[in-house]
């Protein structure tokens, strides 16, 4: 049952991206070149992280609660990744933190899997009305929050220990976090008010091209292949996104939308906006492969750590190369509890 259903979204998921095939820019392939080649400097780094902040729009260290639950480091490197996949979805929603209806003064909101803090504490801004309560399993976010902002370390998955139903539940890249999403749902359901909306967001694990050019990445393909397979075996699928919405229905909520965009990967587009969201993406792209794989492969799969750092290296190859035009599909998927 749960393999039809996945191939019935899936067709659902190839019908939508083919009504909106993305254009490469045949022109800007000498400029796309130079950037490949600026990616890895540090004084790339240093403008991207600039350009983040001031941009305007309205050996890794790992947790230690619940050690083991959660494969991603939490150190400050991949702090950055968090942050900089916080200014790409800014980016592709056209600096909007939601999609869902929500109130215009919601009283309280909880963030799951909150990372650093930043959609909690820019949601907390943008409604001082809310008390906004973010949860992650490491204590990584800063002490200077909003007054209506706070952090609590948590582990999603168990019982919440909420007494007051919340207004908004908000989830952003939870995939690969997640053991039992349809039990998550039901929690949700169960904390929110009456006329209170969830909202997921996530990359669906696929890279893709409208051209043919995705089956060129092969390295990156294989990569992407055996991470599937290595969060499956550790019970924290990284494909469930696409299933999100039927869950949600069966947990009770009503009038469930789901959006799916796509964020190229690279500058290879011809659309200004998408070129300039494809150059962030490459770099969060390759910071990602270098997040996920030495747990994922060494403790899940028994890779070596020579494996490892010859596959990063090729995929990173695969990421950067101007002629090969992928992307990955986000989905955005929100509900109403009645």
Same mark, same amino acid.
């Given at each position: 049952?749960?393999?039809?259903?996945?191939?019935?979204?899936?067709?659902?998921?190839?019908?939508?991206?083919?009504?909106?095939?993305?254009?490469?820019?045949?022109? %800007?392939?000498?400029?796309?070149?130079?950037?490949?080649?600026?990616?890895?400097?540090?004084?790339?780094?240093?403008?991207?992280?600039?350009?983040?902040?001031?941009?305007?729009?309205?050996?890794?260290?790992?947790?230690?609660?619940?050690?083991?639950?959660?494969?991603?480091?939490?150190?400050?490197?991949?702090?950055?990744?968090?942050?900089?996949?916080?200014?790409?979805?800014?980016?592709?929603?056209? %600096?909007?933190?939601?999609?869902?209806?929500?109130?215009?003064?919601?009283?309280?909101?909880?963030?799951?899997?909150?990372?650093?803090?930043?959609?909690?504490?820019?949601?907390?801004?943008?409604?001082?009305?809310?008390?906004?309560?973010?949860?992650?399993?490491?204590?990584?976010?800063?002490?200077?929050?909003?007054?209506?902002?706070?952090?609590?370390?948590?582990?999603?998955?168990?019982?919440?220990?909420?007494?007051?139903?919340?207004?908004?539940?908000?989830?952003?890249?939870?995939?690969?976090?997640?053991?039992?999403?349809?039990?998550?749902?039901?929690?949700?359901?169960?904390?929110?008010?009456?006329? %209170?909306?969830?909202?997921?967001?996530?990359?669906?694990?696929?890279?893709?091209?409208?051209? %043919?050019?995705?089956?060129?990445?092969?390295?990156?393909?294989?990569?992407?292949?055996?991470?599937?397979?290595?969060?499956?075996?550790?019970?924290?699928?990284?494909?469930?996104?696409?299933?999100?919405?039927?869950?949600?229905?069966?947990?009770?909520?009503?009038?469930?939308?789901?959006?799916?965009?796509?964020?190229?990967?690279?500058?290879?587009?011809?659309?200004?906006?998408?070129?300039?969201?494809?150059?962030?993406?490459?770099?969060?792209?390759?910071?990602?492969?270098?997040?996920?794989?030495?747990?994922?492969?060494?403790?899940?799969?028994?890779?070596?750590?020579?494996?490892?750092?010859?596959?990063?290296?090729?995929?990173?190859?695969?990421?950067?190369?101007?002629?090969?035009?992928?992307?990955?599909?986000?989905?955005?998927?929100?509900?109403?509890?009645?």
């Amino acid at each position: 049952m749960r393999e039809e259903t996945q191939d019935a979204a899936a067709a659902q998921l190839q019908t939508a991206l083919a009504e909106d095939p993305l254009q490469p820019d045949d022109a %800007g392939s000498d400029t796309d070149s130079a950037y490949s080649l600026s990616t890895e400097s540090s004084s790339f780094r240093t403008s991207l992280a600039s350009s983040i902040l001031n941009y305007k729009y309205n050996g890794r260290r790992y947790h230690a609660f619940r050690d083991g639950t959660y494969l991603v480091p939490n150190d400050e490197e991949e702090q950055n990744r968090m942050d900089l996949v916080h200014h790409l979805y800014c980016l592709a929603l056209k %600096g909007s933190l939601s999609l869902a209806p929500i109130a215009a003064e919601p009283q309280r909101v909880l963030d799951l899997g909150t990372g650093t803090g930043i959609w909690a504490m820019s949601f907390a801004d943008d409604h001082p009305s809310a008390e906004v309560i973010g949860t992650d399993l490491s204590p990584i976010q800063p002490a200077w929050t909003p007054p209506n902002c706070t952090f609590e370390v948590d582990d999603f998955e168990s019982d919440w220990p909420y007494s007051k139903p919340f207004d908004f539940i908000h989830a952003r890249e939870l995939e690969g976090c997640i053991a039992d999403d349809s039990r998550l749902f039901q929690q949700a359901f169960q904390h929110l008010a009456p006329g %209170g909306y969830i909202e997921f967001q996530a990359t669906y694990p696929r890279f893709l091209s409208d051209d %043919g050019t995705a089956q060129k990445a092969e390295s990156a393909q294989l990569w992407l292949k055996n991470l599937i397979e290595g969060l499956g075996q550790f019970g924290k699928p990284l494909d469930g996104a696409i299933q999100w919405k039927e869950k949600m229905e069966a947990a009770g909520f009503v009038d469930v939308q789901q959006e799916i965009r796509k964020i190229p990967i690279g500058a290879w587009p011809k659309d200004p906006k998408l070129k300039e969201l494809g150059k962030f993406q490459s770099i969060q792209q390759i910071q990602a492969v270098e997040s996920y794989t030495p747990a994922v492969f060494a403790r899940v799969l028994g890779w070596s750590a020579e494996e490892i750092q010859v596959l990063i290296a090729k995929v990173r190859r695969d990421l950067t190369d101007p002629a090969i035009h992928i992307y990955i599909p986000v989905y955005f998927v929100w509900g109403k509890r009645p």
